[in-house]
């Protein structure tokens, strides 16, 4: 196995890992009978986001919320595993009072501490880390982290002719891993996507639109609006990119909709909980159209990260509109992608 992915799933599996000089365990899945043999007196320090940190007053005032500084709060007594768990989980702030007073520590190693949380978000977890002492018998290089945690190269690994309900021409479905972290991509070909630039849709996952139905997004309107569009095209490609929520994995989309249920907005939730307003990059996304031996494309987009991130990483990607109607659920969150998140029309 990649040691990405070896990386991820040990993070998943509640084990101690070691990013350069730093041995860290989740926060969210090691659990007290593990704590108890590697910190037998409950003294392992807590690694935050920034951006977790301002949500709980600590980041430094000049900070912005989504500063990637993290932090490292220091084990009073009364700290013990349980009340850490939640300091940690935002959607709990609503339910009790801050604990306090909460005493910072300096990072001796504040790359090794980006590189850990890093592969925490990736990993789909909260981002918050137990630092422990000692080395792990998994040791990865603060590169390596780095490399597990921004996936940029694809093998294809499986391709299949697939009909598709939306589509009255032929499709081919293209299966891809990321070499990275291992984490598997798909291509939709609708028909015979070639010649000049395709018509183009980076889909982000998002199970709660794209299988239920949810009207809180425009996903699964947006994903079905591609597929017609291309088919009249004559052509186009369907990236299905795994990156639920936008990036922060699925558990943590559903914390964030537990704070929306409390008044935050999208950008405000995921910021509550540790996260950037938007964790994707497309250097994935550039190398699967690669992989495909595509070079240009049309792009049906609102969001201008997305032409950026493709340009980044030498796709040339001119926009196409994609704006589908909105319904009394998703308005709020379509205006706030366009008031916050740069997204146009
Ligand atoms: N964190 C978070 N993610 C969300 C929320 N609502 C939807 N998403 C995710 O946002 C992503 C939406 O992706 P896209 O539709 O591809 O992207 P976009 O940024 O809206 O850009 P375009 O649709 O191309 O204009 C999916 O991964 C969803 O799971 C939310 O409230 N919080
Ligand atoms: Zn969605």
């Avoid at 900070?63 to 009340?83: G, K």
């Avoid at 935002?90 to 520590?105: E, M, N």
């Avoid at 792990?136 to 697939?162: K, Y």
Wanted: net charge neutral; aromatic share 4%; proline share 5%.
């Amino acid at each position: 196995m990649r040691k990405g992915a070896e990386a991820i799933a040990a993070l998943r599996a509640g084990r101690a890992l070691t990013v350069g000089s730093l041995t860290v365990a989740a926060v969210e899945t090691a659990s007290d009978a593990f704590l108890r043999l590697l910190d037998p007196g409950g003294r392992a320090p807590v690694l935050l986001s920034g951006a977790r940190a301002a949500a709980l007053g600590l980041a430094n005032q000049r900070d912005s919320a989504s500063s990637r500084e993290p932090v490292l709060i220091e084990r009073a007594s009364w700290l013990d595993s349980a009340t850490v768990r939640s300091l940690v989980d935002a959607a709990r702030d609503f339910d009790r009072f801050g604990p306090g007073p909460l005493q910072t520590a300096t990072l001796d190693d504040p790359k090794a501490a980006q590189a850990a949380l890093a592969l925490a978000r990736r990993s789909g977890l909260m981002p918050a880390l137990w630092v422990l002492e000692g080395e792990a018998s998994f040791h990865l290089s603060i590169e390596e982290a780095r490399d597990a945690a921004r996936p940029a190269h694809v093998t294809i690994a499986a391709r299949a002719v697939l009909p598709v309900e939306a589509l009255d021409v032929p499709a081919q479905i293209v299966a891809m891993r990321a070499e990275e972290d291992g984490s598997e991509h798909v291509a939709l070909l609708v028909g015979a996507p070639g010649g000049r630039a395709p018509l183009t849709r980076l889909h982000s996952e998002c199970l709660t639109g794209d299988v239920f139905g949810s009207l809180k997004c425009d996903c699964g309107p947006q994903l079905q609006a591609a597929l017609r569009l291309m088919a009249a095209d004559g052509g186009g490609i369907l990236l299905y990119l795994r990156q639920e929520g936008r990036g922060i994995g699925l558990a943590n989309k559903i914390r964030a909709y537990a704070l929306q249920d409390r008044g935050l907005d999208t950008v405000e939730a995921n910021q509550r909980l540790g996260f950037a307003d938007d964790e994707r990059d497309y250097a994935l996304a550039a190398a699967m159209l690669r992989a495909l031996g595509v070079d240009r494309v049309r792009l049906l987009t609102n969001n201008p990260a997305k032409l950026a991130g493709l340009e980044a990483h030498g796709i040339t990607a001119e926009r196409v509109a994609h704006r589908l109607p909105a319904n009394p659920h998703n308005a709020h969150y379509l205006a706030i992608k366009q008031a916050k998140s740069g997204h146009l029309d």
